[in-house]
């Protein structure tokens, strides 16, 4: 990404516009930008409406430079990168904005509510040479990214099995009772807690092993406990190539967090939050890193903006989580 020069002969720090507000994430982007870039402005979307200001845009009122517009186009007139943030269904709408503006875009996951509409949408944004982004942190946690050296490496021998975990206990704690409610309802783009948290386990797997196909063979998911579309969270088993893969995504786990288990015939790894332990017939390893966290894609973002999951992760990742959906209902 080209960088202009102040005056002074200093590099002036990328201008970010923000478009949708609605997201859970949206503070964990901000505070990644704060020091790294500039926000220059932010629409807020077209968010159900609610009392409870989005988690960050209250810290952005009254900052020097930062315009709330009401016209998505607008905001990206003085931006370098953009940043979407806002309910699943707006995304279309707000990524055609982008890429009439020719910019590099962050966007939060899903890419679209099923399958179709992300198929159609990204081979707009391809044909339209639009550099996107979808923000599947779970890539750039250190720990797994040292797994997947491990791995690679042959330190587990041959891959026998794998279990993963994304949990947390938001529904229990009312998470989706303010400015993220929208993701209760299909109408804003909501799809459940698997559909949620599954699909970055979904994205991890094609990271660990990025030759070895997916596919469903069964899937549980609980039903809210409100009732209604989408589900609390379930259990999906893949075939990950030829290794049994289980997945376990939910909103209602206490205290939840990322876990990893890699069972291989030469030793098994564990990675638990930032902790990872490998053991092995040479012995134990045992390594410590930061946990994972959602800025850790917009800090690869500004890094450079085509490292991120892309377009045809995200498609992927679609296909994926409605195969799930689809042996759930079986």
């Given at each position: ?30 505070r ?31 900052v ?17 990168l ?16 982008v ?71 938001g ?20 799809r ?29 998911l609980?039903?809210?406990?409100t ?18 893969a ?46 994972p966290?959602a ?36």
């Amino acid at each position: 990404m080209p960088v202009e020069r102040t005056p002074g002969g200093g590099s002036r720090r990328p201008r970010v516009a923000v478009l949708g507000t609605a997201h859970p994430h949206l503070a964990d982007h901000l505070r990644v930008l704060a020091g790294r870039a500039e926000v220059c402005a932010v629409y807020q979307g077209r968010r159900p409406a609610d009392a409870s200001p989005a988690p960050g845009v209250a810290e952005l009122r009254g900052v020097p430079g930062v315009r709330l517009v009401a016209d998505p186009a607008g905001a990206l007139v003085p931006a370098d990168l953009a940043l979407i943030c806002s309910t699943t269904a707006e995304h279309a709408e707000l990524a055609a904005v982008v890429a009439r503006a020719g910019l590099p875009v962050l966007v939060e996951k899903p890419l679209a509510a099923t399958a179709a509409e992300a198929e159609e949408l990204a081979g707009r944004l391809t044909t339209a040479g639009t550099p996107v982004a979808v923000a599947m942190f779970l890539r750039r946690a250190p720990g797994l990214r040292r797994a997947a050296e491990l791995l690679a490496g042959g330190r587990l021998g041959r891959l026998v099995a794998c279990d993963a975990w994304f949990t947390h206990p938001g529904l229990e704690n009312g998470l989706f009772t303010g400015t993220a409610a929208w993701m209760l309802s299909p109408v804003w783009g909501g799809r459940g807690a698997f559909a949620d948290l599954g699909v970055h386990l979904v994205d991890l797997l094609r990271r660990l092993r990025p030759d070895a196909p997916i596919r469903v063979r069964a899937a549980a998911l609980t039903p809210l406990p409100t009732g209604g579309p989408g589900d609390a969270g379930g259990t999906a088993l893949l075939e990950w190539g030829s290794v049994p893969a289980t997945l376990h995504a939910g909103w209602t786990s206490h205290p939840g967090g990322v876990r990893l288990v890699l069972e291989g015939t030469r030793g098994t790894l564990r990675v638990d939050g930032g902790e990872l332990t490998l053991m092995t017939v040479e012995g134990t390893l045992r390594e410590s890193h930061r946990p994972p966290a959602a800025g850790d894609a917009t800090a690869a973002f500004l890094s450079d903006p085509r490292e991120p999951a892309g377009l045809e992760d995200a498609v992927a990742c679609a296909r994926v989580m409605e195969a799930v959906a689809e042996a759930a209902a079986v």
